[in-house]
Every structure is written in structure tokens, then in C-alpha cells.
């Protein structure tokens, strides 16, 4: 018995602890200055859909200064490919990097929300490792799945103490009322949180409003 509740107290010991450094993670993103003397690396998560050409607009507005650029994107996800292709063959800047990570998608269109569970935790055994190399100084993504696994690796780089990843989160503009579910899961966790519909900015005090973005 004596023991049972010894693992029990130290099962919530390091949860408690493990709270204690999330909250210091996330509270200390908007005093994080990345490329203060240098470039900026970028992982940029795009999704099916039009979520892929959302985050390329979002990308024409970003200087040079953001490089090397990692797009992430789902392994079943040809025309996302195409399209992060083509912009960037577009740009021709000197000394412009970029690549194409892949991952296990996350949540399948119509797919089950018991089953969706597994194949996200599979999809963050995949994203560890991935952002382990890459070690980049911000996540941009705006809603696809495959951003949650994503931003939740970069998180647990910084609970490690390994290295601060802001998390920079833009809803799309499809959303006007109502948050999309990434939304809603990356809302508390996220360093900056863009919408660009005031409605939504009445209703999640943390949200950032700057009109369209995209």
C-alpha cells in the first residue's frame, strides 16, 4: 500500500512539474526575440485544402530574413507539394532555403474521433525526432491537423530546455464565429494567436486582430 502510494505521489508529482514548465514555456513566448542576430528558421505546417494556400500568402509577406524554411506536411498530401514547389521556385531569392519534411497525417477527412486519437500520437512519434533536428525558431501553421503534433514537439523542445520554439498560430479566414478544432486546441498554447474576424476576437481575449491576413 505504502508503495502504491508512493508511485501515486510521484505520478502527480511530475505532472505538477511538468504544468509548472508548460506555463513558463508559454508565458515567456512573447518576450522571445528569435533572429535578434541572424536569420530566422522557420517550420511552416500546411494542410490539404486551402489551408496550404493561406500559409503560402502568409509567406509572400515574410522577408528574407526567414530562411532555411521547413514546410511539413502530411505524407498523403501530393498537391501541398506542388504548391510549396512552385511559390518557392517563384521567390528566386539568393541564398534561400527551404524543404519539404513529411509526417503522418493526423486526422483523415470523416475520420472517427476515437480513432483520430491514435493516429495523432503516431504522427507526434513522428514530429519528435523531426523537430529534435531541425530545432527551428518558430512554428507557423494555421489549422490543418497535422500542425497540433507539430506544435506540440516544439513545445515539449522548450519544457526540455532544449530550445524555445515560438508557436505562432493564424486561423483561416473560413473561420468568422467559431474557432476550428486546432483552433481550440493550440489557442492556450500558442505564443501569438491571429484571427481575422473581430468576432472572434470578442470572444478569445488572447487573440490577435489585424484585419485580413490572407
Same mark, same amino acid.
Given at each position: 500500500?505504502?508503495?502504491?502510494?508512493?508511485?501515486?505521489?510521484?505520478? #502527480?508529482?511530475?505532472?505538477?512539474?511538468?504544468?509548472? +514548465?508548460?506555463?513558463?514555456?508559454?508565458?515567456? @513566448?512573447?518576450?522571445? &526575440?528569435?533572429?535578434?542576430?541572424?536569420?530566422?528558421?522557420?517550420?511552416?505546417?500546411?494542410?490539404?485544402?486551402?489551408?496550404?494556400?493561406?500559409?503560402? &500568402?502568409?509567406?509572400?509577406? #515574410?522577408?528574407?530574413?526567414?530562411?532555411?524554411?521547413?514546410?511539413? $506536411?502530411? !505524407?498523403? =498530401?501530393?498537391? /501541398?507539394?506542388?504548391?510549396?514547389?512552385?511559390?518557392?521556385?517563384?521567390?528566386?531569392?539568393? *541564398? /534561400?532555403?527551404?524543404? $519539404?519534411? &513529411?509526417?503522418? +497525417?493526423?486526422?483523415?477527412?470523416?475520420?472517427?474521433?476515437? /480513432?483520430?486519437?491514435?493516429?495523432? %500520437? *503516431?504522427?507526434?512519434?513522428?514530429?519528435?525526432?523531426?523537430?529534435?533536428?531541425?530545432?527551428? !525558431?518558430?512554428?507557423?501553421? *494555421?489549422?490543418?491537423?497535422?500542425?497540433?503534433?507539430?506544435?506540440?514537439? @516544439? %513545445?515539449? %523542445? @522548450?519544457?526540455?530546455?532544449?530550445?524555445?520554439?515560438? $508557436?505562432?498560430?493564424?486561423?483561416?479566414?473560413?473561420?468568422?464565429?467559431?474557432?476550428?478544432? /486546432?483552433?481550440?486546441? %493550440?489557442?492556450?498554447?500558442? =505564443?501569438?494567436?491571429?484571427?481575422?474576424?473581430?468576432?472572434? +476576437? =470578442?470572444?478569445?481575449?488572447?487573440?490577435?486582430?489585424?484585419? &485580413?491576413?490572407?
Amino acid at each position: 500500500m505504502a508503495a502504491l502510494l508512493g508511485i501515486m505521489f510521484a505520478v #502527480l508529482l511530475l505532472c505538477f512539474l511538468f504544468i509548472c +514548465r508548460l506555463y513558463m514555456v508559454v508565458k515567456m @513566448g512573447p518576450k522571445h &526575440r528569435p533572429g535578434a542576430s541572424g536569420p530566422v528558421s522557420v517550420v511552416v505546417v500546411a494542410g490539404s485544402g486551402g489551408h496550404t494556400s493561406e500559409i503560402l &500568402r502568409l509567406m509572400e509577406c #515574410l522577408s528574407a530574413a526567414y530562411t532555411p524554411r521547413h514546410y511539413v $506536411i502530411a !505524407d498523403t =498530401d501530393r498537391i /501541398s507539394e506542388e504548391k510549396i514547389c512552385a511559390f518557392e521556385n517563384s521567390k528566386q531569392q539568393a *541564398n /534561400s532555403k527551404f524543404a $519539404i519534411c &513529411r509526417i503522418p +497525417r493526423s486526422r483523415e477527412v470523416h475520420q472517427s474521433w476515437s /480513432s483520430s486519437v491514435i493516429s495523432t %500520437l *503516431n504522427a507526434l512519434w513522428y514530429s519528435l525526432p523531426l523537430m529534435l533536428r531541425l530545432k527551428p !525558431d518558430v512554428v507557423l501553421c *494555421n489549422g490543418p491537423g497535422t500542425c497540433v503534433p507539430m506544435c506540440a514537439a @516544439g %513545445l515539449l %523542445l @522548450g519544457i526540455l530546455g532544449i530550445k524555445k520554439v515560438l $508557436i505562432v498560430y493564424v486561423e483561416s479566414i473560413c473561420r468568422v464565429h467559431m474557432l476550428s478544432l /486546432s483552433g481550440k486546441i %493550440l489557442y492556450p498554447l500558442s =505564443d501569438y494567436f491571429f484571427v481575422q474576424w473581430p468576432s472572434l +476576437r =470578442d470572444k478569445y481575449p488572447k487573440a490577435i486582430f489585424l484585419g &485580413r491576413l490572407v
